[in-house]
């Protein structure tokens, strides 16, 4: 008995040791792209365009061998739960969908038990939701890493993609320029984040009282000192669009704001990405957009449907980028 009790302490000793995460880089979560280094920002970058050729390559990469991701859901998705759960699979792991609808969480069960609990079974946490401050929480009360798939303030997995594509598109990143035109939202705080990173120029163009967070805009501007780029809010499209080599907008209406759709419509009407506007930037600028789209809305289809837009490009991309972030952040890589 004392020979059998030792053998499985010893076993038990084994997996404990396993567990320990032996970083090659810092990044224990992946919730704002604020919170990475430029030196990790060009790690995931690296990796995702490593994983897209090996997965194209038909070359197998199974990093996270044996591994569980639990993601959660509180919103809608189509890209966002089927890039996560394929790359879950091509990693050799297992993703297991949680919508809220479905999971305790939905009736009211804490953030604090959730994270807990989940800790208990999975290696990682995808979660999409409304408020940023659960994501926080459940990096802060589970003991494993937290990736954040979209929250009302932040969408960090979608501008790794973004910015994978125009790499691809433009053959680099520093020093280009991009031009969002729209809702101050999560999009333009997450590209604010990422072309800071990326010594990327950055223009944001709003209606007055649709700006961006304030306080990531000075976050983005600090971040911006390191990298040398240059970061404009302003109100007026056409001065956001000049010389712009990437064009971006998103959908006027986000998950959540439906009651305020007529009102958005007509205040947004002006920040369409029509053929007359998209001529403000440059001859050789290309289109991209996270998608869901409302064609004749925020873009016409001239323009979303054109040849300069890369829209399936960057969809694709969601995939390569998502999994470079989960073989950081689970399988330290
Ligand atoms: N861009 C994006 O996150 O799409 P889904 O809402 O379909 O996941
Ligand atoms: N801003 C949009 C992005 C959707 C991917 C939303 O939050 O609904």
Request: net charge negative; glycine share 8%.
């Amino acid at each position: 008995l004392k020979y059998i009790f030792s053998d499985i302490y010893k076993r038990l000793n084994n997996t404990k040791k396993k567990k320990e995460r032996k970083f090659k880089m810092s990044l224990e979560h992946f919730i704002s792209i604020h919170d990475i280094t430029t030196d990790e920002f060009k790690h995931l970058m690296d990796l995702g365009f490593r994983l897209k050729k090996e997965t194209k390559m038909g070359i197998p990469h199974p990093i996270l061998k044996g591994k569980v991701l639990g993601m959660i859901f509180t919103k809608s998705s189509t890209r966002t739960r089927i890039s996560f759960e394929t790359g879950m699979y091509q990693l050799g792991g297992y993703p297991i969908f949680l919508s809220s609808h479905d999971i305790q969480l939905g009736r009211g069960e804490s953030i604090y038990d959730t994270a807990n609990v989940m800790s208990r079974f999975v290696d990682g946490i995808m979660i999409r939701t409304y408020a940023h401050q659960d994501v926080l929480d459940l990096a802060k009360y589970g003991s494993v890493p937290v990736i954040n798939g979209l929250t009302d303030l932040l969408h960090p997995c979608q501008v790794m993609a973004d910015l994978m594509t125009v790499y691809e598109h433009k053959g680099r990143l520093e020093g280009l320029k991009l031009a969002y035109i729209g809702d101050g939202n999560n999009m333009a705080h997450s590209l604010l984040y990422g072309c800071a990173k990326a010594g990327m120029d950055i223009s944001v163009a709003t209606p007055k009282g649709y700006e961006p967070d304030g306080e990531i805009v000075q976050n983005a501007v600090s971040d911006a000192k390191e990298t040398g780029s240059n970061i404009v809010v302003t109100y007026d499209p056409e001065e956001a669009m000049k010389d712009a080599d990437v064009v971006c907008t998103d959908t006027w209406v986000s998950m959540g704001q439906e009651a305020e759709k007529a009102e958005r419509i007509k205040i947004f009407k002006d920040y369409q990405i029509n053929g007359e506007l998209f001529s403000k930037s440059k001859d050789d600028s290309i289109f991209i957009h996270c998608l869901p789209a409302y064609r004749g809305y925020e873009v016409t289809e001239d323009i979303i449907d054109g040849p300069r837009s890369v829209i399936f490009d960057e969809a694709e991309n969601r995939l390569h980028a998502q999994k470079a972030v989960m073989a950081a952040v689970m399988g330290g890589i």
